[in-house]
């Protein structure tokens, strides 16, 4: 635990360090930040930017810790009873699940955390622009117990369902031009169809999941459940729920979410 806690320290310093020498990657984050907040002010916007600085050399640093010391998650990420009798009312269902997540606190933790707790998770991915990047995160999800499959194999997917596995999604992301076509903060955005089409397809129930960095260093895992009471809902709809979940969790805790995407900017999809 003290080899985590200087390591962190460590790392968040490096961090504000990275933000200080070079400003102009800040540029993003900022954008990010004024569509959330219209209103915010300069030493707010500031403040918020150096903490997602130090946040994101945490990050790293958790990634590297633990592909070291799978056994140690348990002993920094928390999972609440209530949120773990939740899953069991959603597992009950005899039906396989989706945890719908997003790119905030250390969402690779969080899928390392859920198989420390004895959930079989298989993740949905989108492949990393890099090969260096793929290969470190790979690296570090093998050494967790995380299982991938390609959100391309379609036939892989089915038949996960089909077994009834636990799917994890991270669905902040661009969905191009087969995605749902919404308005967030102003701005025409394309949230991917994914989730809510095998909801609605499968009648599979939905859990929204993300891990919540505590001042203290430490980890809480938090769920929402966001499976639909209508069997009618229409994809859009429940799109447009997912959506508003993303959006009351970031507006919460914006230093924790991962502003170096710049998700507001103008996008053409082709679908007017």
């Given amino acids: 635990m003290l080899l985590y806690r200087i390591g962190s320290s460590t790392a968040r310093l490096i961090g504000l360090f990275v933000y200080r020498c070079a400003p102009s990657l800040a540029e993003v984050p ?41 056994d140690q998650i348990r002993r920094i990420v928390r999972f609440d009873e209530l949120d773990q009798e939740l ?38 991915y989108l492949r990393a622009r890099s090969e260096l990047q793929e290969k470190i995160l790979n690296s570090y999800r093998d050494k967790v117990g995380i299982r991938l499959i390609d959100h391309d194999n379609i036939l892989g997917v089915l ?31 394309s949230f991917p169809a994914g989730p809510a089409r095998l909801s609605k397809r499968y009648g599979l129930p939905v859990v929204g999941i993300y891990l919540k960095r505590k001042k203290n260093g430490f980890h809480r895992i938090v769920l929402e459940n966001l499976t639909s009471a209508n069997p009618d809902e229409s994809v859009e709809d429940q799109s447009r729920r997912y959506l508003e979940f993303y959006d009351q969790v970031v507006r919460k805790v914006p230093e924790q979410w991962q502003l170096f995407y710049d998700r507001f900017k103008k996008r053409t999809y082709g679908l007017d």
Avoid at 48 to 56: D, G, H, P, S
């Fill in 30 to 70: 900022e954008r990010n930040l004024r569509a959330l907040f219209p209103d915010i002010s300069e030493f707010k916007l500031q403040k918020t930017v150096r903490e997602f600085f130090r946040q994101q050399g945490q990050l790293l640093f958790e990634l590297f810790y633990f592909s070291l010391f799978p």
């Fill in 87 to 124: 899953v069991k009312k959603a597992r009950s269902s005899g039906k396989a699940m989706i945890f719908l997540s997003m790119h905030l606190g250390n969402w690779e933790l969080l899928g390392g955390a859920l198989v420390a707790y004895g959930l079989p998770l298989t993740s949905i």
């Fill in 159 to 189: 038949r996960l369902i089909r077994k009834k596995e636990v799917l994890g999604l991270i669905s902040d992301h661009d969905g191009g031009p087969n995605g749902i076509r919404l308005s967030w903060c102003g701005c025409d955005v």
